[in-house]
């Protein structure tokens, strides 16, 4: 997230990361379950099948096949927050039960948090765009609420803006479901809205105000709970009106809250840096014993609790309800019997890989990509067998109770967007029809000022000559060596990729930065960097390595990503690319760049780069001036940029007449995030699963650690150069999160439930902080370069071929070739497209009609339109348009693709028509939907009307670039070739591709693919 924020008044934004998140929660059993075997043989799951243990009666002891364990987990990833069951009475096979995504939002991988509740029937969910996590005011109040019931996979959304944290939703003994929206900011604790939904129904019960901050809600059949501040309180009250009775004051933070038997219940608290068991009843908090901290977890059960782990110090005897379950590693998630154990649920895509493991380099998966591939580690408890799987969400589901799919969303509890909406279809006709029924003929045509719908960002969506070629991460990591010490400095040529630019070099544009007192910025901590913010793209999500396509933004259209809302100009959110610069992007800003420095910015990843270091030095040169360190100050040091980075994402507070320093929203003793949490990615890769679990700075130190993968398998980045004398192989990172907490700097009082319940200004830290004594190569990290200082550009490892250039169908050298890009060029070096005079391609969004509402408003469908439309590296001249299918009736979506044949060179309506075999051309990706061509004669006397054929374009392409055969038509001035993307079935998920048509000159009829033969 760069930007230039000189004032305390930096409002933190949107980010693109490509982390999904998943946790799983449900517990166990009604009796204790043997411990685990130390050495436990491992499962051969089959790598086809999604059972975690074929070998059934082995692995989970006799009587397994009439267990009512159940299993329910999520996890995200671009396909949406997949929440799967598995039964233990099947062999823990993994289902996906429903996806649950936004089919309104172009948003990228999805995250979120489940839980059961108590009968079993239903799961609950909060998930949002995984890009929005490090957004305060997403986090608290953005993220949407569904129950789903597991019998069938029925959805119904029950609330939306409400908060994503690691202890929501909250789930008890009943059907009954809490979830939270919180006001907080940097500057005020704001209040707590509560909503209770009834899971059976799928309703919001009732939502009550409380002040404050509240965390951690638990229906109970004695009452509602939840943490404020730091205290454990009871939840009354009536009306719109929430009051928190306290019960007692907490001796530490909380990781976890549930309900027990006879009204207890158990806590999951941190004191002394262990992870301690309490329980709750009667008036009295009774402490039961304590675990190493991270690897003693607490978990709802069916029938009570289960602490699960290192539990030898936990004793259980005098709590009802109650159960202890040792385990060896890092639980986390337990099925509600307490029989599995899982270690790891998360989609292979969140770690950048698009091929099965173990593939030959190269290889891809059959869709191209790893969205809905979940791996999962779990153990069966009774016999200590391991095993992991991975499945294919999309092939194993659990079919609705109706057929016809997918299950939907039940919209009868959802709580609208109150802004104005492409599926709201007023009267409006004068005669009280309906939009829709308006564009068959009546109302009046008119074209209001849509001036709020023009986006301010300077470099513009879907322009050819601004397309963003995707680097691999080889490049990306050669681009961060290189400008970390100056010399990014190669020269791109004049016209680089088309783009129509000036020559000029990445960090002659953007020079490297200085930092106060001297040094350089470790490449590691800028690949993290880039890690966190893009996932290393440079290019829309859309494009592959390799691919070009739109430029990386978060939410261009000021609409919260929707596909739906109308944009908003005040809204939009002008950050590019790779290293996510925002400030100079836009057409308001002072200063902002010139069309070189912009358009290098959008379209090269390797100056976008160069331009996002200096945000990062701004934040530490901001610092210096403020007189806050890390350790010794000396920024060689990658630990030494934990408070940078925080500043880099927050903002640093420089105002004189306010608290200066860091905000409150990234200090990790904050109880957002679980006390009991280990650093980012040290222990497992399913922390990225679960991003919103850290502040931003410890993900960042986290990818740092821990280089992401390549598409395949590879390591996209080298490691650090470790602390020589420890030989630790990670970061020195601090001990505890309470090192920026103090009540005489920061009115922070560490080991407390809620170490500064004001959450306001007075919790911002300003000082100076140490964990490393006598710093030194031996104790602490240095950065590790692969490529040396001034080494040259290394080649791109694309994923798919580029596009094919010039290429004709069947080698037919008379064919004329109407392509999407008509005369333009493209980032392949494909040149002037031959014969571009002989036709033109054109566009058309929504239904090009505008109509005032008698409220004023107006409904645009061009508006909405754009919206959906991208631009992608593949097929012909390596480049095609896409947007995704709708039903019939959906005229906001509506694109339409026209290649005309010129006027020029075709005969009257009178004259005889001219004959051509028509050809579609299908890319190699990108293309999926089933899509209704129409041929198109153009007036003619002899009567001859248009003929259309539907052509599925991803089994006709088969993954190649693909000339395919409609057939033959003869053809007067105004005839063309038309295709759109409404038709019955559309869902909005399937990609339709505009690419290129082929006349050929013909004398003899050719009934083709479609029977055409006119």
Request: charged residues 20%; hydrophobic residues 35%; negative net charge.
């Amino acid at each position: 997230m760069l930007k230039r924020t000189p004032t305390s008044t930096r409002t933190p934004r949107q980010r693109i990361v490509t982390q999904a998140l998943v946790t799983t929660l449900l517990a166990s059993s009604v009796a204790l379950v043997p411990l685990v075997a130390q050495n436990a043989p491992a499962e051969a799951a089959d790598a086809t099948s999604s059972t975690l243990f074929p070998a059934a009666e082995k692995a989970l002891g006799a009587g397994y096949e009439t267990s009512g364990d159940l299993m329910v987990s999520g996890t995200g990833d671009s396909d949406g927050f997949h929440i799967m069951t598995a039964s233990e009475r099947d062999g823990f096979t993994f289902r996906e039960v429903a996806s649950l995504r936004r089919k309104d939002m172009d948003a990228g991988p999805w995250t979120g948090y489940v839980c059961t509740t108590g009968s079993g029937r239903y799961a609950a969910a909060v998930y949002m765009p995984t890009m929005w996590v490090n957004k305060p005011g997403a986090a608290y109040r953005s993220a949407f609420a569904a129950v789903v019931r597991l019998s069938d996979g029925k959805v119904t959304e029950v609330a939306q803006g409400v908060q994503l944290a690691y202890f929501s939703p909250g789930c008890g003994e009943d059907d009954r479901v809490l979830f939270s929206s919180s006001t907080a900011t940097d500057t005020d604790a704001g209040h707590t809205t509560v909503f209770e939904a009834d899971a059976a129904t799928g309703r919001i019960v009732s939502d009550r105000k409380a002040a404050g901050r509240l965390t951690h809600l638990l229906p109970t059949s004695r009452g509602d709970y939840g943490v404020l501040g730091n205290d454990l309180v009871r939840l009354t009250g009536n009306g719109k009106t929430l009051k928190t009775q306290k019960q007692t004051k907490l001796p530490g933070p909380v990781f976890a809250l549930t309900a027990s038997a006879d009204g207890a219940l158990d806590l999951g608290l941190v004191n002394e840096r262990k992870s301690v068991i309490s329980r709750w009843h009667g008036g009295k908090l009774t402490t039961l014993g304590s675990g190493e901290l991270g690897k003693l977890k607490l978990f709802p059960r069916k029938g009570g609790s289960l602490a699960v782990g290192d539990v030898d110090g936990v004793d259980a005897s005098g709590a009802p309800g109650l159960k202890t379950q040792p385990f060896k590693g890092q639980p986390m998630g337990v099925s509600r019997e307490g029989h599995l154990v899982t270690t790891s649920v998360v989609s292979d895509e969140l770690k950048g890989v698009t091929v099965p493991e173990g593939s030959k380099p190269g290889a891809a998966s059959a869709d191209g990509k790893a969205a809905g591939l979940v791996r999962i580690q779990a153990t069966a408890v009774r016999t200590g067998t391991k095993a992991t799987v991975a499945f294919d969400t999309d092939v194993e589901r659990v079919r609705p109770a109706k057929a016809g799919g997918s299950p939907a969303m039940d919209p009868a509890a959802f709580v609208a967007n109150t802004g104005p909406r492409d599926d709201i279809d007023p009267r409006n006709c004068g005669e009280g029809l309906t939009e829709s029924q308006c564009l068959s003929g009546s109302g009046v045509q008119v074209f209001p000022d849509v001036l709020a719908h023009q986006i301010p960002c300077l470099v513009k969506r879907n322009n050819p000559k601004r397309q963003a070629l995707q680097p691999s991460a080889n490049m990306v990591e050669w681009a961060v060596n290189q400008a970390v010490h100056g010399n990014l400095t190669l020269q791109r040529p004049a016209n680089w990729h088309d783009t129509g630019l000036p020559a000029y070099s990445p960090q002659g544009l953007f020079p490297k930065p200085n930092l106060t007192g001297g040094g350089d910025i470790p490449a590691q901590i800028v690949l993290g960097i880039l890690a966190q913010e893009s996932n290393f793209k440079q290019a829309s999500w859309h494009s592959m390595n390799g691919a070009a396509g739109n430029v990386l933004q978060a939410d261009w259209f000021g609409n919260e990503a929707s596909i739906h809302y109308y944009p908003n100009r005040s809204k939009s959110d002008c950050g590019y690319g790779i290293a996510q610069v925002t400030s100079g992007m836009r057409e308001y800003d002072v200063p902002k760049f010139d069309t070189t420095r912009a358009g290098a910015i959008a379209t090269d990843y390797a100056t976008n780069i160069a331009a996002g270091m200096q945000i990062l030095a701004e934040k530490w040169n901001q610092l210096k001036a403020l007189g806050m360190n890390v350790n010794n100050g000396d920024p060689q040091y990658l630990e030494n940029w934990y408070m940078a980075l925080w500043g880099y994402n927050s903002g640093v507070y420089t105002d004189p007449n306010a608290p200066r320093g860091l905000g409150y929203f990234n200090n990790p003793a904050n109880p957002n995030y679980p006390p009991d949490r280990t650093p980012f990615l040290r222990m497992t890769y399913d922390d990225a699963s679960h991003p919103g679990d850290w502040p931003y700075q410890e993900k960042v130190l986290g990818w740092a650690e821990t280089p992401h993968k390549t598409w395949n398998w590879e390591e996209s980045y080298e490691t650090p150069d470790w602390p020589g004398v420890l030989d630790l192989h990670k970061l020195n990172l601090p001990p505890d999160p309470y090192r920026f907490c103090s009540p005489s700097v920061n009115n922070c009082t560490p080991n407390t439930a809620d170490p500064c319940p004001a959450f306001n200004d007075t919790c911002r830290w300003f000082g100076s902080v140490s964990w490393i004594s006598d710093q030194s190569p031996d104790n602490s990290s240095r950065e590790d370069l692969t490529y040396a200082p001034g080494s040259a550009e290394p080649a791109l490892i694309a994923k798919y071929p580029s596009g094919p250039c010039m290429t004709k169908p069947n080698g037919n050298t008379s064919a004329i070739i109407v392509d999407d890009l008509n005369e333009r060029e493209d980032v392949y070096d494909c040149g002037d497209f031959e014969g571009a005079a002989d036709g033109k391609f054109t566009l058309q969004l929504g239904d090009n009609i505008n109509y005032l509402r008698p409220d004023g408003s107006f409904r645009a469908t061009p508006s909405i339109a754009q919206i959906d439309l991208h631009q992608l590296g593949a097929g012909y001249n390596g480049h095609v348009f896409f947007t995704h299918s709708y039903p019939e009736s959906d005229f906001f979506h509506k694109v339409t693709g026209r290649w005309a044949l010129n006027p020029k060179s075709l005969p009257a309506a009178n004259d005889i028509g001219k004959r051509y075999n028509v050809w579609i051309h299908l890319p190699n990706h990108g293309a999926e939907a089933i899509v209704r061509y129409t041929v198109i004669p153009g007036p003619n006397a002899e009567g001859l009307k248009p003929d259309t054929c539907r052509v599925n374009q991803g089994t006709r392409s088969a993954g190649k670039d693909t000339w395919f055969k409609l057939g033959t038509m003869r053809f007067w001035k105004g005839g063309r070739v038309e295709a759109d993307n409404l038709h019955d079935a559309g869902t909005g998920d399937a990609n339709v591709a505009f690419d290129a048509v082929a006349f050929v000159p013909t004398t003899i009829p050719d009934a083709g693919n479609c029977a055409f033969g006119h």
